[in-house]
């Protein structure tokens, strides 16, 4: 036992680890046996399996990954190969107990990787550090909740204190919260959308009137066209293979433009098709594939527009019908001619120099667009993820107003959001920039004095405790710490804090950046039974497509210590507003309360109670689908950034004019084998990538211009005007189909090359898709230890493959 405690759990598995090429489909047999080596893997093959007939069934738990809807006649396995990895990791039998924090130290479980952290199993009891013996010790919950209440208690302020929320809290947990933290006097909100989908959110604002997007399943059954932007299905949502392979089978077009060639983007083999398994058959699913160069898409979304506007002029010249419709533009927008003159005045050799697209694919893809009746754009963080994300999100908007696909069957925007209840999140009031309308409706129900003024998002939050403006900080799920920029920048300043608490289901990197006292306090998981004073409850979730159903865990508590999270919420606004007239604890008797409380503030929650339990729940309407919009002029808006000033803000011009060596511009991207920052392997197996993850993806062109080689190490560093130096070491060149110029590579481990001041101007999303980045020869990590990182049967996989 010494011998391992003595040697760092480091990710790379440098002697056994490989590359090679992953030639069969996303999906299929790969998938499976996936699926069985993640139940081994957390000792709960039997459980795991029943567990996974309940996931996104009408009466089961709605999956803790991704929020991509359910179809209405749900199959009995409606689950995806990394759905099942998320049931598995939460069901698994392995614990963190006490006993755990006991035999290590803080600084010992720093130095592992995160994959180790996470896999050691589920916490069990509320802990606190104790930085005398740097261990976490046990406290009674009413212990800590009363540290909670001393620390908020001794604020100047209550703005001194930040409330994070992740994507996988409940409806009701997320509405309490908000809530409280109102009650409190603060909008402090960073949130996990801060990081993913706010460009989208503020983008589709301004340019529709709701954040959220337009389309239902359905429309997906009859659009002529599905155009995915900057989005890696395979991976990241992997049960939306399914439906575009209905829409390949029924001879739709799948459009896709990405920088990475993807494997879930080209075939799939679906899993619940026995001819496709038995002759290890598979559907193809995008078309046609278009790869920009990383950044590119504003510049190509630009030029589609401007070959319609060229098109237009033609058409209407020879007395032919407008390639516009013309009658929505009149009656629906404001702004139309304004951004056709920036279009005109926008000379073509601007937009191809930034597409990284020969001018023939330009057109090619323009020319699909114009041919759909009807068309649905896709879209995920190769949009959101820029400095310029909300100027993105409103050339998407254009592309699809200019042609009246707001309001129409099988057409509309889908951004694909990331976690389960993410939207649903932002839906009750989790907002760092409230609306006049939400405050005064909270205001009438609870009788309380909500704060007027704005509050801090994700990037001010870090920044506010770096300089002591912030001084606590509550995390509802989540892993703060790894999923932000700046990675030295943020740590330092949640350890500037005089109290952190993290509230989680397994232990994460997170929870071992503390501040001057530390709270780490464990909950239920979404598969496990929630029972409360009138029996068993149910939560709620808003899928990517904004409908809202029931939630019921299946499984027993991991342990009899764990509380749900409404519970920690409710304790915890009594404990810090003793003298409040809200019955915290009354709420948490039966969620149904909580509801009617929801319906009380929200008018389309009306009958809320009564319509979630109804099977598959209900669908939220978006008023733009009736023409409805409510922006500030009450129509539709146009919005344009000029593409100068897109591809010339300084970050960028700083960059071009370094001239220490070549300046990349790099992504960052998930594994296959990761969920946000949950990591639950050390594969990427379809870009070929096995038990490893500091890889760097490069064109081949661009190793051999550089002087690299395959499989040589190098260090990445990035390059900003703040001149501070930001390197990340060790990374292994794979030569792969990326646009010349352009880099990918997983992030957390790249977060913190990402500055904190690079974000979107608008939604202040850090720019983590557009990376100016230099390259320098480095050497292979120093530590490896195959048996501590891969199960046995897996390492005799790799062991035998590699000879």
Not at 428 to 442: A, F, H, Q, R, V
Request: proline residues 5%.
């Amino acid at each position: 036992m010494e011998n391992v405690e003595n040697k760092k759990h480091d990710d790379e598995q440098t002697n056994y680890a490989r590359i090679e090429p992953y030639n069969n489909p996303a999906g299929g047999w790969g998938a499976l046996l996936s699926v069985a080596r993640n139940l081994k893997r957390q000792e709960v093959f039997k459980k795991g399996a029943i567990t996974l007939l309940n996931i996104n069934q009408p009466t089961g738990f709605d999956c803790p990954g991704c929020a991509w809807p359910e179809k209405k006649d749900a199959h009995a396995f409606n689950f995806c190969e990394n759905g099942a990895k998320a049931v598995a990791f939460e069901a698994t039998s392995k614990r963190v107990t006490p006993d755990f924090f006991a035999t290590h130290t803080v600084s010992w479980l720093s130095e592992q990787s995160d994959f180790f952290l996470e896999d050691s199993g589920r916490l069990t009891d509320p802990m606190r550090y104790d930085p005398v013996s740097d261990k976490y010790i046990p406290i009674s919950w009413d212990e800590a909740f009363a540290l909670i209440a001393k620390h908020l208690h001794a604020l100047d302020n209550p703005d001194q204190a930040a409330f994070y929320t992740s994507g996988r809290a409940s409806n009701e947990a997320a509405f309490l919260y908000q809530l409280f933290v109102r009650a409190y006097g603060t909008n402090n909100f960073p949130d996990c959308s801060n990081m993913c989908h706010e460009t989208t959110s503020v983008g589709l604002l301004h340019s529709i009137g709701l954040g959220k997007g337009t389309v239902t399943l359905e429309d997906f059954d009859i659009a002529d066209a599905i155009f995915s932007f900057g989005h890696n299905p395979g991976t990241n949502h992997p049960r939306m293979l399914g439906t575009l392979r209905e829409v390949s089978r029924r001879g739709g077009n799948i459009v896709a433009i990405n920088p990475l060639k993807e494997r879930g983007l080209e075939r799939f083999q679906d899993p619940q098709a026995p001819v496709e398994m038995m002759t290890n058959g598979s559907t193809p699913i995008s078309r046609y594939y278009f790869q920009p160069k990383v950044g590119g898409d504003y510049a190509l979304m630009f030029g589609m527009l401007k070959h319609l506007r060229e098109w237009d002029i033609q058409a209407l010249a020879a007395g032919k019908k407008s390639v516009f419709d013309r009658s929505f533009i009149e009656m629906n927008t404001v702004g139309f001619d304004a951004m056709m003159a920036e279009v005109d005045r926008t000379p073509w050799s601007d937009i191809h120099a930034h597409t990284g697209l020969s001018p023939e694919h330009l057109e090619s893809l323009a020319k699909m667009y114009l041919d759909a009746k009807t068309a649905i754009f896709c879209w995920g963080m190769g949009i959101t993820q820029h400095r310029h994300g909300t100027a993105n999100v409103h050339m998407l908007a254009n592309l699809m107003l200019a042609r009246g696909h707001i309001g129409r069957s099988g057409a509309g925007l889908a951004p694909i959001r990331g976690h389960s209840n993410v939207q649903g999140d932002r839906t009750m009031g989790i907002n760092e920039l409230p609306s006049t309308k939400l405050l005064d409706n909270i205001d009438r129900v609870f009788g309380i004095k909500s704060p007027r003024h704005h509050g801090f998002g994700v990037v001010d939050t870090i920044k506010a405790m770096y300089e002591g403006a912030v001084k606590v900080f509550i995390g509802l799920g989540g892993n703060f710490a790894v999923a932000t920029p700046d990675t030295p920048y943020t740590e330092a300043g949640l350890r500037r804090c005089n109290l952190t608490v993290q509230i989680a289901t397994k232990l994460n990197r997170s929870h071992l950046v503390c501040g001057k006292e530390a709270l780490l306090l464990p909950c239920l998981g979404r598969t496990e039974i929630d029972i409360q004073l009138h029996g068993a409850q149910a939560v709620s979730v808003e899928d990517s497509m904004s409908n809202v159903h029931l939630s019921a865990g299946r499984n027993e508590p991991a342990s009899e210590n764990l509380l749900s999270e409404p519970d920690i919420v409710a304790r915890m606004a009594a404990a810090v507003l003793p003298e409040s007239d809200i019955k915290w604890q009354w709420y948490v008797e039966s969620y149904d309360r909580i509801r009617d409380s929801i319906e009380d503030v929200f008018d389309e929650f009306h009958d809320f109670n009564a319509r979630v339990y109804q099977p598959g729940g209900f669908h939220l309407e978006h008023p733009a689908n009736q023409h409805v919009w409510n922006t500030p002029v009450g129509k539709a808006q146009f919005l344009i950034t000029p593409l100068a000033e897109v591809y010339a803000d300084k970050e960028n011009k700083y960059a071009e004019q370094y001239t220490g060596a070549k300046v990349y511009t790099l992504m960052t991207t998930r594994s296959h084998d990761q969920y946000n920052t949950t990591l639950y392997g050390l594969d990427d197996r379809y870009r070929g990538v096995f038990g490893q993850r500091r890889v760097l993806f490069m064109n081949a062109d661009d190793i051999a211009e550089a002087g690299f080689m395959a499989d040589q190490w190098v260090d990445i560093e990035s390059i900003y005007s703040d001149g501070i130096k930001r390197v990340v070491q060790s990374f292994r060149i794979v030569p792969y189909n990326i646009p010349r110029g352009s880099l990918a590579a997983y992030y957390p481990e790249t977060n913190p090359l990402v500055a904190l001041s690079s974000h979107d101007k608008y939604a202040k999303i850090p720019a983590s898709k557009s990376v100016p980045v230099i390259l320098h020869a480095g050497h292979a990590p120093e530590h490896f230890n195959l048996a501590q990182e891969v199960d046995p049967e897996h390492a005799n996989e790799i062991m035998n493959r590699v000879g």
